[in-house]
């Protein structure tokens, strides 16, 4: 690595350095909302997250015996994690930065080495991959200082450790994508994408299955206390960046610093070798990707008869333009696999979360088990509606944006932006009512709730998808993104995160409003007693309250989006 290039490949970043800092300081775009809301939002984040770990923390520290070693555990399974979704996030931001980003073509013509190339592209991807675990890991590593009082050097260490740590896993990913597309011919981005969600879904399984968490809130499933600590005591892989991390911290949370600086040094030897490596190997795998990967994908499913016989059939009751916006948006969602192979993801993690109902061990809790079934059962009826906003995120939300530079032609076509948003709204509706239902159903099903909570739960989270979908078209079409490389992009600007705000703002308004209703039933049910007629005027308040809320989530972001993208200009 020769002293020019080491001092010229940070210029190709400064495009989007520039980019970000156009983008937040036009003069049209000075306003101050936006960043003190961002500013505001990430600090009340910080400060929860740092809350509820010290909490956690503290209550292991009162453990006698092996509370110390409860809380190495849940380091050592969260940085495992960690690596776990930087591997796959990297995998899938290098294709876009690597192959198919819209400057490739401007770079690729200038006199720039494929070295400073690989050096940029792969710092590019390592941002876009890490910011997020940057974002929820930085609160709990300083919950861990604050709890075991450690002292500066812990948090020196700590910078030493995560730069490695994040470096790591893109030059990983990077090299594993660049096979996968020598691999599969032309953009047959489809089939890289399925295969990296299969291999998703059978690593969470066994991550699931080998670490059995059921067992660790039961110590009687053990035969004796020394086999139980001996479960909480099993190491991790010892070759793995994740283990040397928690191993570079560990001393600092137990006094003894002997092993850290060793450890330390496995994490960025590594990190150097990966780079340089990943250089040398990408250099002869890259432009013959590249290549690949300006080739057209037939679009097969979307052109086969039978689809398309069933899409008509389906939107035959819808008018005729709808019907033709429906089959457009069937279409496109079909044909992005960037997309629809994301639904392997979402099936896995909602098994994993109906798999975590299936396994509480509610008949061995102090409290209850009437009470404490339908508890979780009303908290889970919030926690359905945060599962739903975090899919509408990622689905709903770029539905207007995802028109791109063609959104002109729904302008000029003969169909108002009323019947647009509509046929957004009901083609993203359907899907996530009966993700709601399956999600409330089943885990409802596993908890063995009372009828009465069946059935407000599954109406509530019923009207609760109505609101969250028309907040997802209504601010999506009031912070559009048209110019964006790949729709994952999307949902993490402004519009997304104001979007999630919210939602949240939402699902907890309904969920506040029912709370007192809910537990006035119960406790007249409980002892047996009949309700008066005052709680029942309170009731019916309570749940006119969450009708108007839901009224108010379901017409207003409709309709302030309708004027929003009325008023703009192309």
């Known amino acids: 690595m020769n002293r020019v290039f080491t001092k010229?490949?940070?210029v190709l970043l400064r495009p989007k350095i520039m980019g970000l800092t156009n983008r937040w300081g036009h003069p049209e775009k000075r306003s101050l909302f936006k960043p003190l809301l961002l500013t505001f939002l990430a600090v009340g984040f910080w400060v929860l997250t740092f809350l509820v770990f010290q909490r956690v923390l503290l209550y292991f520290r009162s453990v006698d015996l092996f509370g110390d070693l409860l809380a190495s555990k849940l380091l050592a399974m969260m940085l495992l994690t960690f690596?776990?979704?930087?591997?796959?996030?990297?995998?899938?931001?290098?294709?876009?930065?690597?192959?198919?980003?819209?400057?490739?073509?401007?770079?690729?013509?200038?006199?720039?080495?494929?070295?400073?190339?690989?050096?940029?592209?792969?710092?590019?991807?390592?941002?876009?991959?890490?910011?997020?675990?940057?974002?929820?890991?930085?609160?709990?590593?300083?919950?861990?200082?604050?709890?075991?009082?450690?002292?500066?050097?812990?948090?020196?260490?700590?910078?030493?450790?995560?730069?490695?740590f994040l470096i790591i896993p893109a030059a990983l990913g990077t090299l594993f994508s660049m096979v996968l597309v020598n691999i599969f011919p032309a953009r047959r981005t489809k089939e890289i994408l399925f295969l990296l969600s299969v291999i998703l879904v059978i690593g969470l399984y066994f991550l699931l299955r080998f670490l059995q968490p059921e067992r660790l809130v039961d110590p009687k499933s053990f035969a004796g206390l020394v086999e139980y600590f001996t479960a909480l005591n099993t190491p991790s892989w010892p070759f793995l960046p994740s283990f040397w991390a928690t191993e570079s911290l560990l001393p600092f949370y137990q006094g003894d610093?002997?092993?850290?600086?060793?450890?330390?040094?496995?994490?960025?030897?590594?990190?150097?070798?990966?780079?340089?490596?990943?250089?040398?190997?990408?250099?002869?795998?890259?432009?013959?990707?590249?290549?690949?990967?300006?080739?057209?994908?037939?679009?097969?499913?979307?052109?086969?008869?039978?689809?398309?016989?069933?899409?008509?059939?389906?939107?035959?009751?819808?008018?005729?333009?709808?019907?033709?916006?429906?089959?457009?948006?069937?279409?496109?969602?079909?044909?992005?696999?960037?997309?629809?192979?994301?639904?392997?993801?979402?099936?896995?993690?909602?098994?994993?979360?109906?798999?975590?109902?299936?396994?509480?061990?509610?008949?061995?809790?102090?409290?209850?088990?009437?009470?404490?079934?339908?508890?979780?059962?009303?908290l889970n009826m919030g926690l359905a509606g945060f599962v739903l906003s975090a899919v509408a995120g990622r689905f709903v939300f770029p539905a207007v944006s995802l028109e791109g530079s063609s959104f002109w032609i729904i302008r000029s076509a003969p169909v108002s932006l009323r019947s647009?948003?509509?046929?957004?709204?009901?083609?993203?509706?359907?899907?996530?009512?009966?993700?709601?239902?399956?999600?409330?159903?089943?885990?409802?099903?596993?908890?063995?709730?009372?009828?009465?909570?069946?059935?407000?739960?599954?109406?509530?989270?019923?009207?609760?998808?109505?609101?969250?979908?028309?907040?997802?078209?209504?601010?999506?079409?009031?912070?559009?993104?048209?110019?964006?490389?790949?729709?994952?992009?999307?949902?993490?600007?402004?519009?997304?995160?104001?979007?999630?705000?919210?939602?949240?703002?939402?699902?907890?308004?309904?969920?506040?409003?029912?709370?007192?209703?809910?537990?006035?039933?119960?406790?007249?049910?409980?002892?047996?007693?009949a309700l008066s007629s005052?709680?029942?005027?309170?009731?019916?308040?309570?749940?006119?309250?969450?009708?108007?809320?839901?009224?108010?989530?379901v017409i207003v972001p409709m309709r302030l989006g309708i004027k929003r993208i009325s008023e703009m200009d192309f």
Request: aromatic fraction near 18%; charged fraction near 10%.
């Open 257 to 378: 610093r002997a092993n850290s600086g060793f450890f330390l040094g496995l994490l960025w030897s590594t990190a150097g070798a990966m780079g340089v490596l990943g250089n040398w190997a990408s250099g002869g795998l890259f432009f013959n990707g590249w290549n690949k990967s300006q080739e057209a994908r037939r679009a097969r499913l979307t052109q086969s008869p039978l689809i398309n016989r069933f899409m008509r059939q389906i939107s035959r009751p819808l008018d005729p333009r709808l019907k033709a916006l429906a089959i457009k948006d069937f279409k496109c969602f079909f044909r992005d696999t960037t997309q629809w192979a994301q639904l392997i993801l979402l099936s896995a993690l909602v098994v994993v979360y109906l798999y975590n109902f299936s396994v509480l061990p509610l008949d061995k809790s102090p409290m209850p088990t009437f009470f404490l079934q339908n508890l979780i059962s009303f």
């Open 8 to 10: 010229a490949w940070p």
């Open 534 to 553: 005052l709680e029942w005027t309170g009731i019916a308040l309570s749940f006119a309250g969450v009708v108007v809320l839901m009224g108010v989530a």
């Open 420 to 529: 647009f948003l509509r046929s957004k709204f009901l083609m993203s509706l359907f899907p996530l009512l009966i993700l709601a239902e399956v999600l409330i159903f089943l885990s409802n099903y596993f908890l063995r709730v009372s009828p009465f909570m069946m059935i407000l739960s599954g109406v509530t989270i019923f009207f609760m998808a109505f609101g969250i979908v028309s907040l997802g078209i209504g601010v999506g079409a009031i912070y559009p993104r048209f110019r964006v490389e790949n729709a994952a992009q999307i949902a993490s600007g402004f519009g997304g995160f104001f979007f999630m705000i919210l939602s949240m703002l939402f699902i907890g308004g309904v969920v506040i409003l029912e709370a007192w209703p809910v537990y006035t039933i119960f406790m007249g049910e409980f002892h047996q007693r």
């Open 83 to 164: 690596f776990s979704i930087l591997l796959f996030s990297n995998v899938i931001s290098s294709l876009s930065t690597f192959f198919l980003a819209e400057d490739l073509h401007l770079v690729l013509s200038c006199p720039v080495s494929f070295n400073r190339l690989y050096y940029a592209r792969l710092t590019e991807t390592a941002i876009h991959s890490s910011w997020m675990i940057l974002l929820f890991g930085l609160p709990v590593f300083f919950a861990y200082g604050w709890v075991y009082h450690s002292s500066l050097e812990y948090y020196l260490v700590l910078i030493g450790t995560l730069i490695p």
